[in-house]
Nanobody
């Protein structure tokens, strides 16, 4: 499956952005979807994940209450709504797809994702 992330850009602290990730070449609804981010000089880190039907989501503690992941299986899209952005949210954001069992609770492990998009840059100014 091919993934393409979009929606990044420059935003002031306190602002919002919605990232989108489109999928093609596979059965989108058969994949768990995740968002990860990589800040300069840091490792790629888990942001949020969503199960196949969009009924269960999980996100990193630092994003709770600010970021929301969702998906539209009819449109082969996954979203990341980011509110109250902070300068420390500046990073390249990647979407990823996995065939793992969501109940395994390994959704935060980047090594469990088989497919990755190219990333979209989010820059938050103070």
């Amino acid at each position: 499956v091919q993934l393409q992330a979009s929606g990044g850009g420059l935003v002031q602290a306190g602002g919002s952005l919605r990232l989108s990730c489109s999928a093609s070449g596979g059965t989108f609804s058969s994949y768990i979807m995740g968002w990860f981010r990589q800040a300069p000089g840091k490792e790629r880190a888990f942001v949020a994940s969503i199960d196949r039907r969009g009924l269960r989501t999980d996100d990193a503690d630092s994003m709770k209450g600010r970021f929301t992941i969702s998906r539209d299986n009819a449109k082969n899209l996954v979203y990341l709504q980011m509110n109250n952005l902070k300068p420390e949210d500046t990073a390249v954001y990647y979407c990823a797809a996995s065939s793992m069992y969501y109940g395994s609770r390994n959704y935060y492990l980047k090594g469990m994702y088989e497919y990755w998009g190219q990333g979209t840059l989010v820059t938050v100014s103070s």
